[in-house]
């Protein structure tokens, strides 16, 4: 029964869940080198603050190796609502055989919502996986806020 208790103790709670599909994806510029293209999706997102719609467009430049460097937008609407909107920067690891690729983000947000005024200016930090063949991503993550 200890055990159980201490393994209890040491699960990572989250902030925040994103589960979102791509909807579009618009190749920008191409080389030999690199391409850059804009995506965007949506989803839903769950937390601790609040429950809602999640939209991005995310801007990436890819490597000639598959990995990436991100700039991300959001828009989340709650189940209430109100609005939250962030922008960050982020990488993604090259995909593996089965097209899953690693991805990490931060950034910082802001909200003209009241209840949620806590969060104006609070970073956001995720991490997860995109599948590049369903074109699914799913990170979670947590914020650093001032007043909780």
Excluded: C
């Excluded at 097209?99 to 956001?124: C, D, Q």
């Excluded at 996986?129 to 914020?143: A, L």
Aim: aromatic share 4%; charged share 25%; net charge positive.
């Amino acid at each position: 029964m200890a055990k159980a208790s201490s393994k209890k103790r040491l699960s990572v709670k989250h902030d925040i869940i994103i589960k979102a599909k791509a909807t579009s994806t618009r190749i920008v510029d191409i080389s030999n080198e690199i391409v850059r293209f804009e995506s965007n999706d949506k989803g839903q997102v769950t937390g601790k603050h609040y429950s809602g719609v999640h939209w991005d467009t995310v801007e990436s430049t890819m490597l000639a190796d598959g990995s990436a460097t991100m700039t991300i937008r959001y828009l989340h609407l709650t189940n209430k609502g109100e609005s939250i909107t962030g922008i960050g920067t982020g990488t993604q690891m090259a995909p593996n055989q089965r097209g899953i690729a690693k991805v990490t983000g931060e950034g910082t947000m802001w909200t003209s919502s009241p209840r949620l005024s806590h969060l104006n200016g609070g970073r956001w930090k995720v991490e997860g996986e995109v599948n590049t063949i369903k074109e699914t991503v799913e990170v979670r993550g947590n914020f650093t806020i001032s007043n909780t």
